[in-house]
């Protein structure tokens, strides 16, 4: 059965394929409720800064020292304003490591409340 589920998984097409490869469960979760929710929508790729222009009906936002579109990815791994503070924080410059292992999201956390 697992096997089926990951034969499907692995021909899906989304943002979650990319970080999460497997269908076994999430090895880490946050203690805290806000934490969870946090990182689950960075997982996803759909946080406030990157998607609420669709609830607004406004433009795409997009980093004005890169002039490309401003996504998870870019945040945490490609855009050089935030290189230094992820270098501080020894945050991979992979965005599956980041958002999948423990010891890599208290880093992630404490960067993102900077």
């Known amino acids: 059965m697992e096997n ?19 269908v076994k469960p999430w090895q880490s979760i946050p203690p805290r409720r ?3 929710i946090i990182l689950s929508r960075l997982r996803l790729g759909h946080t406030r ?7 607004n009906r406004s433009d795409e936002p997009f980093c004005e020292t890169c002039h ?6 870019h945040i945490l791994v490609q855009c050089p304003n935030y290189a230094l503070e992820r270098r501080n924080l020894q945050i991979p410059q992979n965005l ?8 890599n999201i208290k ?3 404490n960067f993102l409340s900077d």
């Open 107 to 109: 880093n992630l956390l």
């Open 4 to 22: 089926k589920l990951q034969e499907q998984w692995q021909q899906k097409t989304s943002k979650l394929l990319e970080i999460k490869t497997s």
């Open 49 to 55: 800064l990157t998607h609420e222009y669709l609830l």
């Open 68 to 73: 490309t579109s401003l996504t998870v990815r």
């Open 34 to 36: 806000r934490e969870q």
């Open 96 to 103: 599956s490591e980041i958002l999948n292992h423990s010891c």
